[in-house]
C-alpha cells in the first residue's frame, strides 16, 4: 500500500452543533472505523467529525462498476452532499460500518444507491488498497484508506435513489483514462481519479 498524499450509529448531535444551535446534519449520527496506515482499526469516530478540520485517517471504499463491453458507469454525487457534491465518481463510495466487510459494504450501498442486487453479478472483487487526504474548501477533508473494489454487471438495470446519485454515464474506461481533456466538463471525485490512475499504472 502507497500513500497518495500528505498524510454505532448515534441519535444525539456532537457537541460542537449543540453549542452552535445549527441544524444536525445527518453524519452526526454515524461513525466510521479510524484506522492507520495499514488500515489496522483504531476504533470508531464520528463521520462528521471525521471529515473536518484536519480530518481522521478512516477506513473507506470506491466500488467501480462495469459493464461487458469495458464500460465503467460513472455516478455524478447528488447536489445535496456535503463534500464533493455534483462531482462524478466511479461509481459508489462510502465507509463500512465496524465489523463490516468491505465487500459487504459494497453490496449494500450498491442496492442502496443504485438498485443494484447481487443476482445482477458474480465477480465483486478487492483491486487494490492506497491512502489519500484531500481537502474540500471551507466543507471539509477526506483522508481515507481506500479499498478499490470492480464488479461487471451481467445485468445493467438501474435504479438509482436520487438522494445518492444526481446523475449516470456509462464511457470507455481505457477511453477516459488516455484522452482526460475529452471529459474535462466531468470534475471527477479525487479518490477516483487516484483509482484510475493506479489501474493503469
Known sequence: MSTEDAASAEDEATPAEESSGSEVHKNARKNVVAVDADDEEQGVVNRLEAHMGEGVRHRAF??????GEGRILLGQRAP??????????????????????????????????????PDQYDDLRVTDTFEYKRYYPNEGVEWEVCTVLKLTL??????????????????????LHDHPRYYRQLRFCPWFEIAMRRDFS
Open 62 to 67: 470506491t466500488a467501480l462498476v462495469f459493464d
Open 154 to 175: 451481467d445485468d445493467i438495470s438501474l435504479a438509482p435513489d436520487e438522494e445518492e446519485i444526481g446523475g449516470l454515464l456509462w464511457a470507455d474506461y481505457e477511453h
Open 80 to 117: 445535496g452532499k456535503r463534500l464533493w457534491d455534483t462531482y462524478w465518481d466511479g461509481t459508489v463510495a462510502s465507509h463500512p460500518d465496524q465489523g463490516q466487510s468491505q465487500k459487504g459494504a459494497t453490496r449494500v450501498r450498491l442496492e442502496e444507491e443504485l438498485g443494484v442486487t
